[in-house]
């Protein structure tokens, strides 16, 4: 199950859990963080400048606020008597969410139809290619 945070994203896990509840699933509750470095590699200017910064954002490894999100629906599951995992990956969103479905050997992604940020714009670039690239089921949930 994957989240970024956003209300969209917790309603797919309140979703994904409501259709797992009693079948003691193996569950992950993922959430992809941006690799600014690699993102931003072409403005090395930049990072050359804001070395200090950078080094200190590494030592304070996970933003508080992911974690946050990763407890949110953490406690949503347990509510439904299940169990589940935590764990962030650096990158691209839909390339990190299939790069852990393979490697986790998953047997299903959930994720929200769209999320944060200019969502309405982007309207579910993340889900779209996600579903496309999958070779594995993905519920896509749609918000209410």
């Known amino acids: 199950m994957c989240t970024d ?18 079948s003691s699933p193996d ?21 050359e400048v804001f070395k200090e910064e950078i080094h200190r954002l590494r030592k304070l490894g996970v933003p508080k606020s992911v974690v946050e999100s990763l407890d949110r629906g953490k406690e949503m599951l347990e509510k439904l008597g299940i169990k589940a995992k935590t764990k962030t990956r650096k990158g691209k969103a839909a390339g990190e969410i299939l790069r852990e ?5 998953y047997n299903m992604i959930v994720l929200a139809s769209y999320g944060k940020g200019i969502s ?4 579910g670039s993340v889900s779209r290619e996600v579903v496309h690239r999958a070779n594995i089921p993905v519920l896509v949930v749609k918000s209410k």
């Open 5 to 22: 945070g956003s209300k969209f994203s917790e309603e797919a896990i309140e979703s994904g859990g409501y259709l797992l509840r009693g």
């Open 27 to 47: 569950v992950t509750i993922l959430r992809v963080v941006p690799d600014f470095e690699k993102e931003y590699r072409e403005y090395s200017e930049y990072v």
């Open 101 to 105: 479905a393979e490697e986790g050997n």
């Open 120 to 123: 309405k714009f982007m309207l």
